[in-house]
Nanobody
Framework: VQLVQSGAELRNPGTSVKVSCKAS????????IDWVRQAPGQGLEWMGR????????KYAQKFQGRVTFTVDTSTSTAYVELSSLRSEDTAVYYC???????????WGQGTQVTVSS
């Protein structure tokens, strides 16, 4: 099993960013994909999850209205898009496979997103 994320991004405040997470080695639609981020000097922060089988989503309240999770089942890829970026969104963003009622068992390598003017 592998989750491979897209590369680092630098964005200006007020713009948006889209990060991808390509899954391989398992049936993509069989497990949720969660998105988690870690800002400098901070702990992990859960952003939400998507069910690749039907596209159903659950967003952390903090991000509702600003974040969108999507999947492309033809390429086994999950995406997170965050809009209206601000400096506090500077963080490493991770996708993680959620095996249901158990800790995440596979993680992407992380994508650094830097928001700076």
């Amino acid at each position: 099993v592998q989750l491979v994320q897209s590369g680092a991004e630098l964005r200006n405040p007020g713009t948006s960013v889209k990060v991808s997470c390509k899954a391989s080695g398992y049936t993509f639609t069989s497990k949720y994909i969660d998105w988690v981020r870690q800002a400098p000097g901070q702990g992990l922060e859960w952003m939400g999850r998507i069910d690749p089988e039907d596209g159903g989503t659950k967003y952390a309240q903090k991000f509702q209205g600003r974040v969108t999770f999507t999947v492309d089942t033809s390429t086994s890829t999950a995406y997170v898009e965050l809009s209206s970026l601000r400096s506090e969104d500077t963080a490493v963003y991770y996708c993680a496979r959620n095996p249901f009622a158990a800790p995440y068992d596979y993680w992407g390598q992380g994508t650094q997103v830097t928001v700076s003017s």
